[in-house]
């Protein structure tokens, strides 16, 4: 996979939560903190784990800290899988 989707990290978010906890993630919601969303740090850290391992990509964690958007977030990790294609 060479890109992570905004519906992607929906269903990685709902997975996380173990139900469909959580505010819909749309593109209206993608500049609202994941927290107001109802995902906490665990969630992320869930979510993390599985893109790193699905789709080969280490993420910086310091960088990861500071994603605290969906926005954020998939800019990261995109980020991320255009570098390692690039290489």
Do not use: C, I, K, W
């Amino acid at each position: 996979m060479d890109r992570l989707h905004l519906t992607d990290l929906a269903a990685l978010l709902r997975a996380a939560a173990g139900s469909e906890e959580g505010a819909p993630l749309d593109e209206a919601a993608q500049d609202t903190l994941f927290l107001d969303l109802g995902y906490d740090s665990l969630a992320l850290l869930q979510v993390t784990g599985v893109v790193e391992r699905d789709y080969d990509v280490a993420l910086d964690e310091e960088a990861l800290d500071e994603a605290q958007t969906p926005r954020a977030y998939l800019d990261l990790v995109n980020g991320a899988l255009a570098a390692r294609s690039a290489a």
